[in-house]
């Protein structure tokens, strides 16, 4: 007997309904089955005994801790109305002083226990949000733009963008997140070589490749570290993000960037690449897309960078000052290779021939695999570099909304924006209960960037780019 309850992230799921006239609870439960025969007394016994001892047990008002129960709504109010309230601030980030953001092991997302600093803010960065249940909470706002968090190794830089990362969703009390709310836009970049790319524009960062291959339409089956990671940014600002996140540790190297020395040896004709470091300020300048950036490896970035955040021991330092003297004692040498635009950002529409969900005899079979793992038909759609999935009831979610994109807005002929926009908007009106012809217990609202990075990383998927969003060039 199971029930879809989540983990350290909160998220709206089908397990649970709670209305003022009545609570659902989905759950699964096993039959017992001794080989091929039904072992009926013990059925009897667990639905007669054991179901409504836990349904007594966990569903009523008064078998609760009633305060714990206020705590977790007080927390999970609270980041929506934090959420809100970046926006208004100007914001893309907010970090509160006492937060615990390391976790207890790279594949533990509770948090650590023995020797966990607490988050303390830089004076200068410090400001007071009102919560309505946690009322005045001080810590470390990231205003809009470009923000570069750099440091020794070890000293806590990935820890802090990971906390982020996650923090687009509420935390449970007691996890340490609770209140470090991030932009619901905040897209995690990085490189994922191997992935393929059906028709994007990555020109604003890669053009002139190897026998004229098409840079505006790209495509390609098994896309390299740097045109992965451009068509990663390049999807999610189709989709709408405000906010990149990136760090060194996952980017590709010639992709972020370029040196004085290697212009000189390799010139712009004959490198592809327009590295990000030339791209960052146009993406705030021209679409008002903010980054926050872990980069400890190159000062080049230190010219772009609006503020600069040093980790030392985990604790994040202010040292934008001492970066702009750095910035006029020691010159780059490098030239800007950005152009003066950042480029387009096309519309780009799946076509049917993309979708079949058939396999054998069925015709849908689809299925997640664990939670970086859609069996979409015959399709394997891989999703292990989709760092912002947090639960498999997310997944599979997802897969089923390709299904209802594919039937419901790829004949219409809607972009993958549009189409997923309005299926999300349906999912939130009526329920995701939208997604299956019978009740289920197991689905959890997905945010648009990773249902379209499912669909992205289809190897399938067929694109027609017709309505260009953006083109900002003179
Ligand atoms: P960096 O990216 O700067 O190289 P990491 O963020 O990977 O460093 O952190 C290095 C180690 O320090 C990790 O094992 C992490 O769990 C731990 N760590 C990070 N922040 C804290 C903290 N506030 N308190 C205790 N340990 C921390
Ligand atoms: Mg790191």
New binding site residues.
Partial sequence: IAIDCGNQEVLERTSMFVSPREVEARFVMGLPAQGRSILGQEAAAMFLHEIPQIAEAALFFHRLDADRMQRHVDVVEDHAVLQETLEEKGLVAFVADGA????RSGIDNRP?TE?????VSPPTFRIALTAPNGGKITGMGIPRGVTLIV????????????ALKRSIFPHIPGDGREYVVTDATAVKIRAEDGRSISGVDISPFISNLPYGKDTRFFTTPNASGSTSQAANIMEALEMGSRLLLI?E?TSSTNFMIRDHRMQSLVTKEKEPITPFVDKVRQLKEDLGVSTLL?M?GSGDYLDQADRVIL?EK??PVDVTDRAREVVEQVATLRRPEGGGHFGRIPDRTPQASSFDPSRGRREVKIEAKGLKEILFGRERIELDAVEQLMEVSETRAIGEMILYFAKTCVPRGMGLREGLDCVLREMENKGLDLLSPYKLGCFAMPRIFEAAAAINRMRSLKISQKGIKLDIKK
């Fill in positions: 615990i953001l390391p976790r650590l020797g966990a600093i607490p988050f440091g020794g190794g070890f000293h806590g830089k990935s820890t802090l963008l990971n760090d540790d872990v400890g980790m985990y604790r």
